[in-house]
């Protein structure tokens, strides 16, 4: 009978699997995106201007460059995080062409007033997109 009720046990986990656990594929941890996006604009997702666009102020024209889209309307944090990681650390291809990324210091927030320890995050970071940018460490 234990033997059956195993078995059984056994057959069903493997018919139906646990749901994987939402794991993120950013490269810095989520504070840091939290952070980021505190200090650019006080952490409004919706914040639109003529010139920035989503809850990192980023310039509308990098943006584009650097997403499928011309603006972050609509679009959740975590979305937003990835692109903050192309422009800052992954790249982008578009339309066949790569876009490099342009590093973590093109950030005012993180360069120059270091808002709420954000080169700490760079620094201690392991993640290898990451690495090259500890320069100012």
């Excluded at 460059?65 to 692109?83: D, I, L, P, R």
Aim: proline share 4%; aromatic share 12%.
């Amino acid at each position: 009978m234990r033997k059956i009720l195993i078995s059984s046990i056994l057959a069903i986990s493997l018919a139906f699997p646990a749901p994987a656990m939402a794991k993120s594929k950013l490269v810095m941890p989520m504070e840091f995106y939290k952070r980021l996006a505190q200090c650019e604009t006080a952490g409004n997702v919706n914040h639109s201007t003529r010139s920035y666009t989503g809850a990192f102020g980023i310039y509308r024209r990098t943006w584009q460059q650097y997403s499928n889209h011309t603006s972050a309307k609509g679009m959740s944090f975590e979305h937003q995080a990835k692109v903050v990681d192309n422009i800052a650390f992954m790249g982008f291809t578009k339309k066949g062409q790569y876009k490099w990324p342009v590093g973590p210091w093109g950030w005012g927030t993180i360069k120059r007033q270091n808002c709420m320890n954000l080169q700490g995050y760079i620094c201690r970071s392991n993640h290898k997109k990451v690495q090259r940018w500890k320069r100012g460490c």
